[in-house]
């Protein structure tokens, strides 16, 4: 069996950003992979400015710690005042420009308005509570890299500088589609009670959630009859317009799992057997098209299996199809477990876990690959090596569903 870094860097090798780009207005931004490096054409602070409502005065004239200056004028944010003259103070705002003259600012907290004058009841040094001119920006310095996932603070950001529009990759196109003559849609079931040996298909619904955290286009070809010929017309017509096609389902090599002939006779396939616990089936190849092809993954039917399989591999591959340039693999964190392990598996495990109020962490009574609850009751998994134990108390790698889900 491969490992989970086998399996995760074999995908990694394989995918290739998508290559077209677009132009949108940062306001429209949040999500897209930034196509090239964009840099500031201006310094931020665009001039030195205060970091609080105060006096602007000439550090010289405080020196005794209690100096009575002439308040001889008043500066909101957006007014350029006039050069300060020595012996007076500026009455000046949060964000404002600091006068000529002026080498420092003191807090409104440390002043006494008294008349005409202000008691400066503090001794300033030559610098204080001023922002620099490119404090911050430097122009012509780069602020944001190819590559970049854009986040609310990355707008922030490029906004700062004046960017109103972005270059981006465009979005991946993803299809889906679920195999099993047993799956039923909620809301399907007559009277709402389930046929013998039906289920209802709550991967769909966990799969287009993560599709649409993601960013993705995405197609949803719904639930494909269990026959060779559906799969493979699925599967033909998916290719045409799309980067990546994920299935749910139909990865094992049963008479009835159509997965692997359907691919194999319109593509290429890998079946893998993984050495992960829960997910062990896990299929990666290819689906053919006129001029090329699309990245295909097929993931297991199990719904804890299919949720933890897209997260440990599709994301990433999804992130690195997008254009990420960065890392893709989540950040794990040392956190103790509340929780004894007694028994070793020969897979790589990743249990569903909460914190809880002491700062530990509590294992889901059944890790089971159908018990959907876990992943709602955990706030993510430990990632546990192949045959390990674990003891209360010990140190344990733990990935929140958080850092898994964009």
Known sequence: MLTVREALDTLLAAVHPVAETEQVATLDANGRVLAADQASTIDVPSADNTQMDGYAVRAADCVNGGASLRVAQRIPAGVVGDPLEPGTAARIFTGAMIPQGADAVVMQEQCEAQGENVVIRHTPKAGEWIRRTGEDIVAGSTILAAGTRLRSQELGLAASVG???????????????????????????????????????????????????????????????DSLDATRATLREAAREHDLIITSGGVSVGEEDHIKPAVEAEGQLNMWQIAVKPGKPLAFGQVNRDGGSSYFIGLPGNPVSSFITFLLFVRPFLLRLQGVSGPVEPRAYGMRADFNLPKADRRNEFLRVRVNAGGGLELFTNQGSGVLTSTVWGDGLVDNPPGRVINEGDIVRFIPFAELQH
């Open 163 to 225: 960017l109103a529009t972005l270059p981006v990759r465009r979005r991946v196109r993803v299809a889906v589609f679920f195999t099993g003559d047993e799956l039923t849609m909620p809301g399907e079931a007559p009277n709402g009670q389930l046929a013998p040996g039906a289920i209802y298909n709550s991967n769909r619904f966990t799969l287009r959630g993560l599709l649409e955290n993601f960013g993705c286009a995405f197609t949803d070809y719904g639930i494909v009859p």
